[in-house]
C-alpha cells in the first residue's frame, strides 16, 4: 500500500512540476513579447525625426536577420508569422513610399543625412496572429 501511495504522489509531483515550466515559459515568452512590441509601440502617433527612423529601420533589420528571416530576389525581407517586421516609409515630397530595404542598403547615412530634421509619424502599426508586431508605417509630416 505505501508502494502505491509513493508512486502516485510521484506521478502528481511530476504533473505539477510539468504543468508549472510550462506556465513559466508561457509568462517569459509573454513578457519578452511585450517588451519587444513596445520598443516599436512607442512610436505610434508620435512625431520623430528622421534620425529615429534610422534608428527604427536599423534595429528592423538587426532583428529581422538575428531571426533569420529569408529575402526574396529583390532583396526586401519575406514576412512571416512569427518574427519578421516590415517598414515602410512614406515621403511627401516625392510621394513615393519607400520599404526599409531600400534606405538601409543605399545607406541610412545619407537618408539620415537628408531627413535628420523632418519630422515623421507612425501613423500604422500590424501584428502577426502570435500578436508581434510586424508592420509599421511612418509618414514624412514636414518637408
Avoid at 502528481?12 to 508561457?26: G, T
Avoid at 512571416?80 to 541610412?108: A, F, H, P, R, V
Avoid at 507612425?122 to 510586424?134: A, D, L, Q
Wanted: net charge negative.
Amino acid at each position: 500500500m505505501k508502494k502505491i501511495l509513493i508512486f502516485i504522489l510521484i506521478i502528481v509531483i511530476i504533473i505539477v512540476a510539468i504543468f508549472s515550466v510550462k506556465y513559466f515559459n508561457y509568462k517569459a515568452e509573454l513578457n519578452e513579447l511585450k517588451k519587444v512590441n513596445a520598443e516599436y509601440e512607442a512610436y505610434l502617433n508620435k512625431e520623430i525625426y528622421g534620425t529615429d527612423i534610422g534608428t527604427v529601420i536599423n534595429k528592423a533589420v538587426d532583428s529581422n536577420e538575428k531571426n533569420s528571416v529569408p529575402k526574396d530576389e529583390q532583396g526586401f525581407y519575406i514576412q512571416n508569422d512569427t518574427n519578421s517586421i516590415k517598414i515602410e516609409i512614406k515621403i511627401i515630397d516625392n510621394d513615393t513610399t519607400y520599404q526599409m530595404e531600400t534606405l538601409y542598403s543605399g545607406g541610412m547615412t545619407t537618408f539620415v543625412q537628408y531627413y535628420s530634421s523632418i519630422t515623421f509619424e507612425c501613423t500604422e502599426i500590424e501584428y502577426n496572429s502570435k500578436g508581434r508586431v510586424n508592420y509599421m508605417l511612418f509618414e514624412q509630416r514636414t518637408m
